[in-house]
């Protein structure tokens, strides 16, 4: 008799078969053998329960697609250090096997035992020397690994700090002197090559003179920075010039352990990756040096008013003592500063014979502390400078084909053409007359605009009065196109005449003019064409005016300008052709923009130009009829390279013998209404601008080869853009306001 197992499923490869025993116990007569491999249980049993191996697998199927929780599990794949030691696991058994054998007697030896058996007193525990030269190359070992791997995991930060790689535009006077600059902060990179030996000396030997052999770490320095923050609780002192370049441009300036050993990792990276001079280039150009600078090349001009490549090694000296502490040694702050700075310059040029790089008799030579600057040049006032700067700015982007964003990345160097005794002399004239008229009729002069600018006959504007302060005034006065040119305009509608000709009828030919030619110049004169009188869309005949009414009958165009006829003009322009005197009037300078509508009122000045146009085209007849565009930027660098800029155009705007007949009648314009204000023989030449309605007064005119335009207006910017009448700001015919500013600031005329 056999006992019935109850079907069960086949076991998997790793689980183990048990035998279930039915309750009551085994059977009587069933003998269950020591060694069966079957445990009495033989494959005809399976085979008569009616299991075999297929139903026993579709059964197992079966059951575990109706529950998939016992399905079987993937073993986990190992991971790649399991993987590396198991494969390298007998390779290093083989070689460390041997040596752990042989050192094992010496470690156990070394182990420390305390208290130690054999001693007594307190000599039971002190270590063996044995145990303390194990301890020490343990420890050595220990670190040395430490060191391996940080220096291993630390990378050189893709970004730098933000701060560190801004720079401002600085702008410079026509003489080369530094005018202002704009930007968030005052640095300017300079190529290691542009900066004086001298000047790179002086820094070594103040901070770092081993910079050139030293692996960008001092071990030295940062052991005895250790011990200052074990005992005094700072990190002060040990910093090479590659550490400091590191924690000036990626890290920040926090007193910490933990930042000054990610400073020395980096540095150590640093010094492998870059040269020396790249380092030392970098910091020069990114360090602190007080006065809102950044950068030699900054400090240089915030305390000296000049560039590196000027500085001498006494200059230099003191600069680099900035580097310590600017806060500590700016001379300017207080005596004890003062003191400070002098000791640490003399130091420093001490230190520089010490390691050779300055001879004992170039140091005799300096003696005396070079005294910086009382404050920073380099700030922008707010006043006229802004206006300046606003010129050459766009003047820049424009020539130099430089985008906004380029721009305002800093880093350019703009060397302007104005000049800085004409600008003082201008906007002081301008300030004395918006001064005085506050005084004489304070009511209107809330309302009055004074605007003015110098141009040389090549283009050059040499100063301009923008308004009384950029910073509550943005637009330019100098720049606007605001107000009309009144008779001011008339030299361009002779020039025409005098360039065209004149044509009486449709269809016949040009015929010359010449400056004694005659036309009518009395008040009310109708104004004629080719077919009869001019009607306006009124249906009224067009008439022209003279300024008081005054007539003047016959008179030649020379004789006209220089009076300040408005009649003869008048007809001129339409003799000529309105088109010609628009054409004149464009070469010579004015913006077609600006130019009047194409009626008779165009030769008596309906333009709408500004001082600076103006200016520039009274320039065009003082330079024998050749026109060369305003300009305000002479050359431009950034970071010291040269950047190309288009030369200003020049074109040939009227004959010479034209150009020199206008200035002739203004020279004549000029000593008629003020026949004592220049010497005999000066070059001096001018016209005042008057308009029909009493809404701008100007005066231009030419000396010494710069032409000078000014006009006064009244506009209430609250209300709205329209002129208003001046109410005596312009001043009287042989008092005027305009030519009052032109004298002073052209002045002297001789």
Known sequence: MQLKVPAQPKAAADETMQLRIPEGGIPAGFDISADSGNSGISEQSDTASGISEESDTASDISRTSRNPSRRRRKAPRPSPAARLTAALGPRLALVLGPLAARLGPYVRRMRPQYPRPGRTGWRRWVPSWRQTVGGFLASLGLSTLFLVVAYAATDIPDNLNTYATQQDNVYFWADGTPMARTGWVQRQAMPLEDVPEDVRWAVLAAENASFYSDPGVSFTGITRALFRTLGAGDTQGGSTITQQYVKNVYLNQDQTLSRKFTEAMIALKLDNKMSKDEILESYLNTSWFGRGTYGIQRAAQAYYGKDVSELNVSEAAFLASLLKGAGLYDPTLSQANHERAVERWSWILDRMVAIGKLSPQERAKYRTFPAPLKSNPLYDTGEQSDYLVELAAQYTKKTARISDKEFDLGGYQIYTTFDKKREAQLTDAVTKAREQAKKDNPKAAKAAHFGAASIATDGRILAVYGGPDHRTQGYNESNATTVP????????????????????????????????????????????????????RSGRKVAARNDDGKSYGQISLHQALALSVNTPFMQLGMDTGLDKVRATAEAAGLLSSSIGAQVPTLSTGSSTPSAIRMASGYATFAADGMHTEPYSVRRIT?????????????????????????????????????????????????????????????????????????????????????????????????????????????????
């Open 638 to 750: 950034h970071n010291g390279h040269k950047v190309a800029l288009d030369a200003p155009p020049t074109r040939r705007a009227m004959g010479a013998d034209t150009a020199r007949e206008v200035q002739s009648a203004l020279t004549d314009a000029f000593l008629a209404a003020h026949p004592d204000a220049a010497p005999a023989g000066a070059e001096v030449a001018g016209k005042v601008g008057t308009t029909e309605d009493d809404t701008a007064a100007w005066y231009v005119g030419t000396a010494k080869k710069v032409a000078t335009a000014v006009v006064v207006y009244r506009i209430d910017l609250n209300k709205s853009l329209e002129p208003l009448p001046l109410q005596g700001l312009g001043g009287t015919g042989t008092d005027s306001v305009p030519y009052g500013i032109w004298s002073r600031a052209m002045s002297p005329l001789g």
């Open 485 to 536: 040119a009144g008779s001011a305009f008339l030299p361009f509608v002779y020039a025409a005449g005098l360039e065209h000709g004149v044509r009486k009828t449709r269809d016949g030919d040009r015929t010359p003019v010449t400056g004694e030619s005659l036309y009518n110049g009395d008040d009310g004169v109708p104004v004629t064409t080719p077919e009869g009188p001019y009607w306006d």
